[in-house]
């Protein structure tokens, strides 16, 4: 009598079938992509951060100490922001600063809930978590986060933001494209 057991069934639970499980590198490189984008936002976010504090003191925002780009519509600022996007929370970068550890170990935990093996998403990720961590790291480096890009539309002026921001804004714009676009699971 023949078994209904697979050939490749019976090797994985073999004893020799146990070579088969990645490493943990392998299982770390499986998500290259969200490493690489994670650790190019963060860079970039912590050396322009590094110049503007350099070049401008603190706080720095309108003339005469800004550094005007594009005149009445870009210029470069140092001003610091203690809550998250529009200043909300403001005063609250410690509970903000806990929130952004929480939502990274949650990444991790609920990774392939989250799609994580496929390559747009990691990069949609990479942008979040490298954004999170550059923030993170001004809020225990400074006591808030550095914001530098200002600017003007018309008599609206936008909210100062960073290189952190735009990950952190891309990679949750694009995962929720990406999301809507996934086919809906069949009805049972």
């Known amino acids: 009598m023949r078994s209904a057991v ?3 069934s019976r090797i994985e639970s073999s004893p020799q079938g146990l070579g088969h499980q990645k ?12 490493w690489l984008v994670a650790l190019g936002v ?4 912590q050396l322009t951060k590094h110049a503007i504090e350099a070049r401008l003191p603190y ?12 005149p009445g519509f870009f210029n470069l600022v140092h001003v610091g922001n203690t809550g998250a996007a529009w200043s909300i929370l403001s005063g609250r970068g ?3 600063g806990v929130l952004a550890v929480i939502t990274l170990v949650a990444i991790y935990f609920w990774r392939h809930t ?11 990720f990479g942008g979040l978590c490298g954004g999170t961590i550059g923030n993170l790291t001004d809020r225990l480096r400074v006591g808030h986060v550095v914001d530098f890009l200002d600017f003007h539309f018309g008599s609206y002026i936008y909210p100062t933001f960073n290189v952190a921001d735009i990950g952190i804004v891309c ?3 694009g ?4 999301s809507l676009r996934q086919p809906s699971p069949p009805e049972g």
């Open 42 to 45: 963060y860079v970039l976010d």
């Open 175 to 178: 995962y929720i494209i990406w």
């Open 114 to 124: 989250l799609g994580l093996r496929n390559g747009v998403v990691q990069l949609c």
């Open 94 to 96: 410690h509970w903000l």
């Open 59 to 70: 706080p720095t925002f309108g003339p005469p100490g800004h550094i005007e780009i594009v």
């Open 23 to 34: 490493s943990k590198i392998q299982r770390a490189l499986a998500y290259r992509r969200l």
């Open 171 to 173: 990679g949750v714009f």
């Open 6 to 8: 697979s050939p490749q």
